[in-house]
């Protein structure tokens, strides 16, 4: 192929991409299939010679669509969203087209400075103050382990990353038992080990305990270890519980530890003020990560730290090799110092893109709309027989089960997904099986949130 058949190309996907998208309420949101059959159906080896291609594009019809789990349906209630805005997608096809690498001011500069700028502007839309400046990262597993680093060279006094970590004290993260699996693996990436990392006890209300973290802090200094930084959620993805933030931050600021606050789905609603209570205090943190590619509705992947002084992660992970350099332009910004890989999609565009086409209040709309249907929805699940909603929502995200216990529970969440109107997933809470129930697709309607009582109704 080359670029004159790739305009022809393009616009036949951009017309398969709107019959997709217009025809998406009819199809089952997950795939109804079994491991293996889309493997199965293609060849073991690659062609030695090259196909037409009409066929590929047949057999992409044929193979890809119906084994997909349709994240852009209205009615994908698992997890969290992955929302893609067509306008972001429009920016991520331009992207596409010059396929640039975006490491260093000079490689892009535009993707540099719109980079800084879309941060200003998100900074701003969350109520931050003016001191923190972001970066983008493809996700929050990747900015909560760069933070997690900047906190390991800070509390070994910036040698780590040169001698190593065998002789050094031993070092302690704290985070609470409703913090993400991605926490645990910063802490095993970064060389801490799990067992490194304190679950702190949460109390009745899933926070972190702050007097808890003030035992678990005095206990370890006590025993001769040293504290590193401590780790607040707000949302979490299990059933969407918050750390008291101004607390928890009071106590690590109390010993001089550092705090990264994981926002990754519920910081999209940070742009509406009422919501900000959630995380009140969160002006005292070093490092907050937010993912725009959850809620916000930027296309995959695009997750955004805030850093309230950023030279120390930028001490933690640039590099600036020979031929990194760049020449005659001191003062620059070259992004890959900020982050673990060096180099970098220009993942600024759609949220250029995104914010302008939409504006916050069409964005802040949206998440109302989500957090006021999730609430109507748990009202109508709770009038139910032998269903009870176990957690109530927190912003758009609850969880229910059958009052018959656990292998009911499941039983009703395989039905619920084979019958393919909605998507819903599960997760343990103290023990107990329970479905989640997240709002939040960006073209969802309240009907479609509410098909979730009428799926129930139909198979309970
Ligand atoms: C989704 C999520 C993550 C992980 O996000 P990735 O971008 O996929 O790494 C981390 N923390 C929380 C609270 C999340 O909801």
């Not at 994908?76 to 969203?81: A, E, K, L, V």
């Not at 959620?233 to 299990?238: K, L, M, P, Q, Y």
């Not at 690590?252 to 919501?275: K, L, N, Q, T, Y």
């Not at 030279?311 to 620059?332: E, N, S, W």
Request: with cysteine; proline share 5%; charged share 20%.
């Amino acid at each position: 192929m080359n670029h004159d058949d790739l305009r022809i190309w393009s616009r036949r996907a951009a017309d398969w991409a709107h019959d997709y998208h217009a025809g998406l309420r009819q199809r089952p949101v997950r795939a109804p299939l079994t491991p293996g059959a889309v493997a199965a159906r293609l060849p073991e080896a690659a062609p030695e010679t090259p196909e037409p291609m009409e066929t590929i594009w047949a057999d992409f019809e044929a193979i890809v669509p119906d084994a997909m789990t349709h994240w852009q349906h209205p009615r994908f209630f698992g997890y969290f969203p992955a929302n893609a805005a067509p306008v972001s997608m429009l920016a991520e096809q331009l992207a596409n087209a010059m396929a640039a690498q975006c490491m260093l001011w000079q490689t892009s500069p535009a993707a540099t400075e719109i980079e800084q700028v879309m941060m200003r502007w998100l900074r701003g839309a969350l109520g931050l103050p003016e001191r923190f400046a972001g970066t983008i990262h493809d996700s929050a597993t990747s900015a909560t382990l760069s933070a997690i680093l900047t906190m390991r060279e800070r509390a070994l006094d910036w040698a780590s990353n040169a001698a190593g970590l065998s002789g050094a004290p031993v070092l302690r993260l704290y985070a609470s038992a409703q913090s993400h699996s991605s926490v645990d693996k910063g802490a095993r990436i970064a060389g801490l080990g799990q067992d490194n990392l304190v679950k702190v006890p949460t109390d009745a209300g899933l926070s972190m305990d702050p007097a808890a973290l003030e035992e678990a802090i005095a206990a370890d200094i006590a025993a001769g270890r040293r504290p590193a930084g401590v780790i607040l959620c707000v949302g979490g993805t299990s059933v969407g519980a918050s750390d008291r933030v101004a607390a928890c931050i009071a106590v690590a600021r109390s010993h001089d530890i550092p705090v990264h606050v994981d926002a990754a789905w519920a910081g999209s609603a940070m742009i509406c003020p009422e919501f900000r209570d959630l995380w009140a205090g969160v002006e005292g943190a070093d490092s907050i990560v937010f993912n725009p590619h959850k809620w916000l509705g930027a296309q995959f992947d695009c997750s955004v730290q805030f850093l309230a002084d950023p030279r120390d992660q930028v001490r933690t992970l640039g590099l600036r090799p020979d031929y990194l350099q760049t020449l005659g332009t001191d003062g620059v910004t070259d992004f890959n110092e900020w982050t673990v890989p060096l180099g970098r999609r220009f993942r600024a565009l759609k949220l250029w893109f995104l914010l302008r086409a939409h504006g916050l209040e069409g964005l802040r709309g949206r998440i109302r709309d989500h957090v006021r249907w999730a609430g109507e929805l748990a009202e109508e699940i709770a009038r139910l027989d032998g269903v009870e909603i176990v957690t109530p929502p927190a912003l758009s995200l609850f969880t229910f089960a059958l009052k018959a216990g656990d292998a009911a529970t499941e039983a009703l969440l395989r039905r619920i997904n084979d019958d393919g109107r909605v998507y819903l997933t599960q997760t343990r809470h103290k023990g107990r099986f329970v479905i989640r129930v997240q709002v939040g697709q960006f073209d969802c309607t309240r009907d479609d949130v509410m098909t979730v009582a009428q799926v129930l109704r139909d198979l309970l």
